[in-house]
Structure formats: C-alpha cells, structure tokens
C-alpha cells in the first residue's frame, strides 16, 4: 500500500502539469488563450469577475479542448479574496494578466473606473506573487502605448507617447509598476506583450468575441452590418496621409496573438526571462479600412454598406508592428492568413445571430434568416 502511494507521488510529481493562473480568462483573448494553453499541456485556472464575459464561454472552451478549467468568479481588486484563491490552489507557477476594462471612450468618461480597475488588479497580482511563490507574469500590453509614432513599423525601442485616453495611460503606468516592481524583486520575472489590433475568432466558431453594445473596433461592426443588425458602416475619413486615404492598422489573428502568450509562458518556466522583456505582437503589416472591408466582403461573399464620414476624434492615421524581436526571441509568428481570419469572424458572427434568433424563436417565433445558412 506505502509503496504504491509512494509510486503514485512519484508519477504525480513528474506528470504534473504547470498550474497558470489566467485572469480575465472567460475574455476574447483570454479565452482563446486558455484553449492553446491547455492544449499545450498546462492546467489552467481562470479568475473572471465576467464584467465583460459570459460563463457560457467555459462551455465552449470544454467543447473545443474537452477540459474545463476551474473557474472562479473573482474581481481581481478584491486582495482578500485573491490571496485566498492561491492559498487554495497552491501551486500556480505563472499569471497571464488580462484582466481589465478596454473601452477606450467609457475611459474617458469614467477614467477613474479604468484607474481602480486596471492598476488595482495589477497591484494585488502582483503583491501576491511572491507571498505564493509565483515565478511571472505575461502582461496584456497594447500599442496603444506608442500613440502617434513618427514612422511604421514600430519597434519596442520607439519611443512612447503621452496616452490619448484614461484607458492607454493605464497600460503605460501597468508597464511601469511592473518594471519598477521587478527590478526590486529578483524572484519574480516579466514578459509583457504589446498587442496590435486582435481580431478574428477560434475556427470552430465556439467562442469568438463578444461585443457589449455598439462596437466601436472595426470588425464586430463590419461583420454585425453584414448580418444586418447595423445599416450601414461609417468609415472614418477617407483623407489620410495613406495609399487609399483611410487609416492604416496592423490586424493580427486571436489564435496567433494567443500562441504569442504560449511561447512567452514558456519562455518564464524554463526560467529564460530576466527582470523585464516586451515585445510586439503584430503581423509587420498595415492594413488600411477600405482593404479590411473589400477583403472581408470578397472572401465572404457578403455586402457591407457603408459610408464614407469624417474622422473620429483621436484616431492614429497609421501604425504596425516590427514583430521581429518576438519572431527571434519567442520563435514566434503570425501565421493565419488574413482571409481565413476575417472567415471565421464570419462563421462567428453567423453562430451568434443563430443563437440570438434560436433565443428569439423560443420567446415570439421568428423567422430564420435565411442568411444565417448562407456561408
Ligand atoms: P475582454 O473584455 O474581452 O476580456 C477581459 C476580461 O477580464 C473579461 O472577461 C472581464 O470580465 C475580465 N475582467 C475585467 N476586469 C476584471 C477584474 N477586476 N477582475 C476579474 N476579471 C476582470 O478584453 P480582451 O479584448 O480580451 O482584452 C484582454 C486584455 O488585452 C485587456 O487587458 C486589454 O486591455 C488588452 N488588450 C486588448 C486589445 C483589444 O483590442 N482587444 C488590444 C490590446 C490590449
Ligand atoms: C480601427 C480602424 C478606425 C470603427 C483600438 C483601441 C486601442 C487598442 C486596439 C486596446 C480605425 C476605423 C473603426 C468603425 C471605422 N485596444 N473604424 N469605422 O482605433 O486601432 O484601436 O483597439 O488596447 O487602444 O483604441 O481600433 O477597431 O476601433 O479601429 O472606420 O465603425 O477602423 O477609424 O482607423 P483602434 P478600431
């Protein structure tokens, strides 16, 4: 009996897999995030007070990878209750840090909801890291930090600029406290990942993302005109320093972006990461409005109607990445081709005015589009 505890103990030992924490995890990146960590072989635990997610995310990241992770619905402001969620689950060796508010207009309207959200969480991760013996953390960055840079690509050593929003200057005071954070703690380390635009959905239409209200981001608009629930599409401004006029962006697929958290999870357990390292995730291309949208309505084979109107009020005229510091170092890069990508925010978008008219049938008996069948 003493013995096979004992092989057992040994077996658990070396079968065991890394315990990551991922906050924000039931969230558009995170969730797609979690489906390529536990697919990678880690066991996941997810804190989400679903101020911007669903629970029924759980369920499809159960369908996809036939796990479901342990799921507690906690507001990561809250120490107390953090400090006690790693006391309970003893052992988690990283933290991927999405949890946050991002609409960059609610900011500028309520930027102290932004301030306490954002910079709260991170301190309270960040205080209990040590007390629980966790190694590091991969922090949800953005290029929101670089602004206006002078020319495109950006690297990580261009230099950043005063944030345009509450939001933006929460990511840049974030990278601070880490950096600062850090510095005075050699036991703990940082990978924090500047993303450009994510976009797309995981392939099998499971989970995707998940707009609250009218979306302000490019793709849920374009694809919620296409299905109709939007009239039309206003392009903002057509009179920009750029080949066709509209702004230029550098749109990168959610599964790479979630691939790109894999590769620098890695790179902090096989104890790689010293202090601070950031890199850019993007694909190194700029893509301008007007490409987005003819690509997406030729690859879908769907109309869009839209207008040209005039700009919006603190938009960058153009911006990409230079991902080479993250294709080197991670050994990572983008790889989903932008047709495939704005296909499955296609197949997404479809799967979620199926559900909204299943939901619609049951309560007054609608008829199904028949657009819903179309692609
Ligand atoms: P999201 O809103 O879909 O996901 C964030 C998740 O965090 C949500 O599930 C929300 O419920 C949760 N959350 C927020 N505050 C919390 C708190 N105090 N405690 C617990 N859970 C909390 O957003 P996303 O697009 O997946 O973004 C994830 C991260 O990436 C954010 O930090 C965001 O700022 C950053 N980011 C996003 C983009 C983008 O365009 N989507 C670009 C750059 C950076
Ligand atoms: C993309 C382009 C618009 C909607 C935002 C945040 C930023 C970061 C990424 C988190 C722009 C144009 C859009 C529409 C349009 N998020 N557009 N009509 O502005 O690059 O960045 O997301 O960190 O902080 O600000 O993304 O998707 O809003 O816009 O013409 O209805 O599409 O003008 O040129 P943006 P976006």
Same mark, same amino acid.
């Given at each position: 009996? $003493?013995?096979?505890?004992?092989?057992? !103990?040994?077996?658990? %030992?070396?079968?065991?897999? $890394?315990?990551?924490?991922?906050t924000? /995890?039931l969230?558009?990146?995170?969730s797609?995030?979690?489906? $390529? &960590?536990?697919e990678?072989?880690?066991?996941i635990?997810?804190? +989400?007070n679903?101020?911007?997610?669903?629970?029924?995310?759980l369920?499809?990241?159960?369908?996809?990878?036939g796990?479901?992770?342990?799921?507690?619905?906690?507001?990561?402001?809250d120490?107390?209750?953090?400090?006690?969620f790693f006391?309970?689950?003893?052992g988690?060796?990283?933290?991927?840090?999405?949890? #946050?508010? %991002?609409?960059?207009?609610?900011?500028?309207?309520?930027?102290?909801?932004?301030?306490r959200?954002?910079v709260?969480?991170?301190?309270? *991760?960040l205080?209990?890291?040590?007390?629980?013996?966790v190694e590091?953390i991969?922090f949800?960055?953005s290029? @929101?930090?670089?602004?206006?840079p002078?020319?495109?690509p950006?690297?990580?050593?261009?230099?950043?600029q005063?944030a345009?929003s509450p939001?933006?200057n929460?990511?840049?005071?974030?990278e +601070?406290?880490? @950096?600062?954070?850090?510095?005075?703690?050699?036991?703990?380390? =940082?990978?924090?990942l500047?993303y450009?635009?994510?976009?797309?959905?995981?392939?099998?239409?499971?989970?995707?993302e998940?707009?609250?209200?009218?979306p302000?981001?490019?793709?849920?608009f374009? =694809?919620? @005109? #296409?299905a109709?629930i939007?009239? !039309?599409?206003?392009?903002f401004?057509? +009179?920009y320093? @750029?080949p066709?006029?509209?702004?230029?962006?550098?749109?990168?697929?959610?599964?790479?972006? #979630?691939? #790109?958290h894999?590769?620098a999870?890695?790179?902090?357990?096989?104890?790689?990461? $010293?202090g601070?390292?950031?890199?850019?995730? /993007?694909?190194?291309?700029?893509l301008?409005?007007?490409?987005?949208?003819?690509?997406f309505?030729?690859?879908?084979?769907?109309?869009?109607?839209?207008?040209?109107?005039?700009?919006?009020s603190?938009?960058?005229?153009?911006?990409w990445a230079?991902?080479? !510091?993250?294709?080197?170092v991670?050994?990572w890069?983008?790889? *989903?081709s932008?047709? +495939?990508?704005l %296909?499955?925010?296609? %197949?997404?978008?479809?799967?979620?005015?199926?559900?909204?008219e299943n939901?619609?049938?049951?309560?007054?008996?609608?008829?199904?589009?028949?657009l &819903?069948?179309?692609?």
């Amino acid at each position: 009996m $003493e013995v096979t505890k004992q092989i057992k !103990k040994f077996f658990n %030992k070396y079968n065991s897999k $890394e315990k990551i924490l991922v906050t924000g /995890g039931l969230g558009y990146i995170g969730s797609h995030t979690v489906v $390529e &960590l536990i697919e990678a072989g880690y066991e996941i635990f997810i804190v +989400d007070n679903l101020v911007n997610s669903n629970i029924e995310v759980l369920n499809g990241i159960k369908e996809i990878t036939g796990v479901k992770p342990v799921f507690e619905n906690i507001d990561c402001t809250d120490y107390v209750a953090m400090d006690r969620f790693f006391s309970k689950h003893e052992g988690i060796k990283a933290i991927i840090h999405f949890a #946050a508010l %991002k609409a960059v207009g609610e900011s500028v309207e309520n930027p102290l909801a932004y301030y306490r959200n954002n910079v709260i969480s991170l301190v309270n *991760v960040l205080e209990l890291m040590p007390i629980h013996k966790v190694e590091g953390i991969v922090f949800s960055s953005s290029c @929101t930090v670089y602004g206006q840079p002078d020319h495109s690509p950006v690297s990580e050593d261009t230099p950043l600029q005063k944030a345009v929003s509450p939001y933006g200057n929460t990511k840049q005071i974030c990278e +601070d406290i880490i @950096t600062d954070t850090v510095k005075a703690n050699p036991n703990i380390c =940082s990978v924090m990942l500047r993303y450009f635009n994510p976009i797309g959905a995981h392939p099998s239409a499971l989970i995707g993302e998940l707009p609250n209200g009218v979306p302000s981001n490019l793709l849920p608009f374009i =694809s919620q @005109t #296409a299905a109709g629930i939007r009239k !039309k599409l206003s392009v903002f401004g057509n +009179d920009y320093n @750029t080949p066709d006029g509209s702004c230029i962006r550098d749109y990168i697929n959610v599964m790479d972006l #979630a691939d #790109a958290h894999v590769a620098a999870l890695r790179r902090i357990l096989d104890h790689n990461v $010293e202090g601070v390292e950031i890199y850019n995730v /993007g694909t190194g291309k700029g893509l301008s409005v007007l490409e987005i949208l003819s690509t997406f309505e030729k690859v879908n084979e769907v109309k869009v109607p839209c207008e040209i109107v005039g700009r919006r009020s603190g938009d960058i005229e153009q911006i990409w990445a230079d991902p080479s !510091k993250a294709n080197k170092v991670l050994n990572w890069e983008a790889k *989903v081709s932008l047709e +495939d990508t704005l %296909k499955s925010i296609w %197949k997404w978008q479809l799967h979620l005015s199926e559900n909204e008219e299943n939901k619609e049938k049951v309560k007054g008996g609608v008829k199904m589009s028949s657009l &819903l069948h179309g692609s």
